[in-house]
């Protein structure tokens, strides 16, 4: 192997997990998330000898797998869904504020909304993005990512009310 391979299996290796937990938001599906990966990191890899030189291929990766689900959102693809959920067994010593309980409700709360909606709250919100950012990943204008935004929210409150006291915490940790 040459040392421009090598550098792209360090990068493969080191930033694969995060790159899966950002497709992962954006799909809400593993396995869509572990192609949505695959696909950008093939992409990264053609490019290569042109981003190891500028220093941007992590930008890059993340750049075409919004590109990537977006398209992908136009081909008009029908994901996969469950008919209903599983009943949780009741159980009274059940911390309300456990972290695996808060990932499930938001998993499931972030599967009801529209695959624009979750792309839009993920990128603003987990990746920190701005308006405008968000709306040049993902070829769209801000109107749009401002009005998916609060569509979302919106959406957010009236499917998931259990998430509320997230919203309460997080605004009075400010």
């Known amino acids: 192997m040459d040392a421009s391979a090598d550098e792209f299996d360090a990068f493969v290796r080191g930033r694969t997990a995060a790159l ?5 938001l954006l799909t809400g ?8 990966v695959q696909s950008a990191l093939a992409r990264t890899h053609r490019a290569w000898k042109r981003l190891h030189a500028s220093g941007n291929a992590e930008a890059y990766t993340r750049k075409v797998m ?14 996969e869904s469950l008919p209903g959920d599983l009943p949780e067994p009741a159980t009274a010593d059940r911390d309300p504020h456990d972290r695996s309980d808060l990932r499930l409700a938001l998993r499931a709360a972030l599967l009801k909304l529209s695959n624009k909606q979750r792309a839009v709250l993920v990128l603003r919100f987990f ?17 749009t990512v401002k009005s998916q935004t609060a569509k979302a929210l919106a959406r957010l409150r009236t499917v998931a009310p ?13």
């Open 20 to 24: 899966l937990r950002s497709a992962y």
């Open 127 to 143: 990746e920190d993005r701005t308006e405008t950012e968000a709306a040049e990943l993902l070829g769209v204008t801000v109107g």
């Open 66 to 79: 919004y590109h990537l689900q977006v398209s992908w959102w136009r081909r008009g693809r029908v994901a």
């Open 29 to 36: 599906d593993q396995y869509l998330a572990e192609d949505l």
């Open 162 to 174: 259990e998430l509320a006291d997230l919203y309460v915490r997080k605004e009075s940790a400010r």
